[in-house]
């Protein structure tokens, strides 16, 4: 090797040596993921977490990253964690429009104790839509069945 590449190989090692050994922790940043034993949506679930659960990061793989949390290891989707730390906070407005803290709220999910502050600070709100929105959804065999009749990726026969 020439000087120049042992003077770039040292630079880098000085640059990373610091990261080496650290543990790497993430946020969950929606209502609830699931954990999954590969990175696929469509594999067996190995547990959930709940927004504001802090986890090891272990790996990323392309849009998944593989996470511990306690005894519990999996494959989570990268998009439901985040670098920082977060917390349900309820703050009070006195004016008629959303905020925006508010529709970031709304695109995470509500829990019950979510919708017990919110009504703190706005008692006219009515859950009832957001509850039957909630209430839907589509059974996991049926999407898999799906995908495996329309040979499309994720349904494995």
């Known amino acids: 090797m ?4 042992w003077i770039v ?22 209502q609830e993921t699931h954990l ?7 594999s067996p679930r190995a ?12 790996e990323t793989q392309g849009s998944w990253a ?12 990268v998009s439901s964690l985040t670098d920082r730390r977060v917390e349900l906070v309820a703050t009070g407005d006195a ?3 959303v905020t925006t803290e508010e529709t970031t709220l709304a695109g995470k999910g509500l829990s019950e ?16 839509a ?11 065999d049926d999407v898999l069945n799906f995908l495996r009749q329309g040979g499309l990726a994720g349904g494995a026969r």
Do not use: C, N
């Open 2 to 5: 020439t000087l120049r590449t």
């Open 9 to 30: 190989v040292a630079a880098v090692a000085a640059l990373a040596a610091p990261a080496w050994g650290r543990v790497v922790e993430r946020t969950v940043r929606v």
């Open 36 to 42: 999954h034993a590969q990175a696929s949506f469509f």
């Open 47 to 58: 547990g959930s977490l709940a927004y504001g659960d802090v986890v090891r990061l272990i």
């Open 66 to 77: 593989r996470v511990q949390h306690g005894e519990r290891a999996g494959w989570v989707p």
């Open 95 to 97: 004016g008629t429009g």
């Open 113 to 128: 104790q979510m919708e017990d502050e919110y009504r703190k600070i706005r008692p006219e709100a009515d859950f009832g």
């Open 130 to 140: 957001v509850d039957r929105m909630e209430a839907r959804g589509v059974r996991r």
